[in-house]
């Protein structure tokens, strides 16, 4: 089948455009510039950044979170003589990403604080290309049922989750009675044969330089715990709409495999390709076309042997005790993913302000789940609430251990 290629170019709004997946963004969007205009960028910190993507991107608006970032940048356009419009504040966020201009928004922002915007991109029925894993990972069924009533498309850009995507059939009313399991691939982050007795010295610096892959702190630390796993089981659940028993994980070093489903009948269909984030961020932007990356091609006569180990053995679980809480919140009160990933991201911000050692991020973790059992959330309000609860909670944890 040939499909033909939109005439009017998508209008992009990009939350998080000045971070790792933003800018890669970016630049498979600069690779195309009949197919895509941006609408809107948005950052943090960066504003010597987030200038320059204005400059060449000439977005309508550019927001920063915080007031002197914003003033800052707005002082730098006017001077460059930008038309592009600063605005301020999160709530700005759902605004841009609902604008009724707009038809697609990646969400790039890092944690929950996408949350909301991801809500309301869902709510407007945009094309939402999800990078953002921890929006879902708290959201859960309150995100898919904005996405329906919304009439939203959600596509994945977690590179697994691509992949799985590109691994199912297009049908999806039967693929359900067909499938095995899915199994997710795992780099095994940088500790992956380091010996758990001495993963309490890990510095920072050595969580976040990934073998593989170049990303956010945040994600960085998250792979080298294999908490990052954890919350990708999570969302696999939610978007693929699977028993947590049909997810499984394997080890796979080089970080070829993307993610594999298994069918019924034993066949097992994969997604290959160079780690690259660009790949799944032009499938996203390109679906259901495909469009050029920018990515190296895969050559299999110098590719290296590919190699693949049971997470679940006995050192792995010394190594990476966060995974298999993924099963377990799973099971647990609705609303325990929420939990525990709010509790992560303040153990991971404390770790890398050096206030908690490596191996405390998993205690304060545990720790937070056994003390704030929460009651379901049904709406963004709950949820909001919800997740300051917990992150009081594992602030009160990280007190009690340094
Ligand atoms: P980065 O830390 O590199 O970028 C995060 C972006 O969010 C930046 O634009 C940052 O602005 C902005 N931001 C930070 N805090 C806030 C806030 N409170 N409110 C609004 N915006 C904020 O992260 P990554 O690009 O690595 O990751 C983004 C998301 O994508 C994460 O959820 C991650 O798990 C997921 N992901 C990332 C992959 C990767 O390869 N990097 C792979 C798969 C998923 P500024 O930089 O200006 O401060
Ligand atoms: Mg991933």
């Known amino acids: 089948m040939i499909l033909k290629l939109p005439l009017k170019p998508q209008a992009l709004t990009i939350l998080g455009s000045t971070g790792s997946i933003g800018t890669s963004t970016l630049d ?6 009949n197919l895509f205009s941006v609408f809107a960028l948005t950052g943090a910190s960066k504003v010597d950044l987030m200038l320059e993507q204005c400059l060449r991107f000439k977005p309508i608006y550019a927001l920063m979170v915080e007031d002197a970032p914003a003033k800052q940048l707005e002082a730098l356009l006017q001077s460059k003589g930008s038309k592009t419009q600063v605005l301020r504040g999160a709530k700005n966020l759902d605004e841009l990403a609902s604008h009724p201009d707009v038809d697609t928004v990646m969400a790039a922002i890092v944690g929950a604080a996408g949350l909301s915007s991801c809500l309301a991109a869902a709510r407007a029925g945009k094309r939402l290309l999800l990078a953002n894993k921890e929006a879902l990972v708290v959201g859960g069924e309150l995100f898919l049922s904005e996405v329906r009533t919304g009439g939203a498309k959600l596509l994945p850009i977690d590179s697994e989750h691509s992949a799985i995507f590109q691994s199912l059939p297009e049908d999806s009313s039967t693929w359900r009675e067909c499938v095995e399991k899915i199994i997710l691939t795992a780099s095994g982050g940088p500790f992956r044969s380091r010996s758990p007795d001495t993963l309490h010295l890990v510095t920072p610096a050595e969580a976040c330089s990934h073998p593989n892959w170049v990303m956010g702190q945040k994600i960085s630390v998250d792979s080298a715990t294999m908490m990052n796993k954890c919350l990708e089981v999570i969302e696999a659940h939610y978007l693929f709409g699977l028993d947590p028993s049909k997810i499984d994980v394997v080890i796979h070093p080089q970080s070829i495999v993307h993610s594999m489903v298994e069918y019924k009948d034993t066949s097992v269909v994969a997604q290959l390709g160079t780690p690259d984030m660009r790949v799944p961020i032009a499938y996203g932007l390109g679906w259901p076309n495909r469009i050029e990356s920018g990515a190296k091609p895969l050559h299999f006569q110098t590719t290296p042997p590919m190699s693949f180990e049971d997470f679940d053995s006995n050192e792995h679980r010394a190594r990476f005790p966060g995974l298999l809480l993924a099963w377990e919140v799973l099971k647990a009160t609705p609303g325990s993913p929420a939990v525990l990933n709010a509790a992560n991201e303040i153990a991971v911000h404390s770790f890398l302000a050096g ?19 929460p009651s379901a959330p049904h709406t963004l309000e709950d949820l909001l609430e919800l997740d300051a609860r917990a992150r009081q909670t594992a602030l009160q944890v990280i007190s009690e251990l340094v």
């Open 28 to 33: 498979v969007v600069a690779r195309h510039p």
């Open 355 to 373: 206030k908690i050692g490596f191996t405390q991020i998993h205690e304060v973790n545990l720790r937070t789940l056994e003390l704030f059992v």
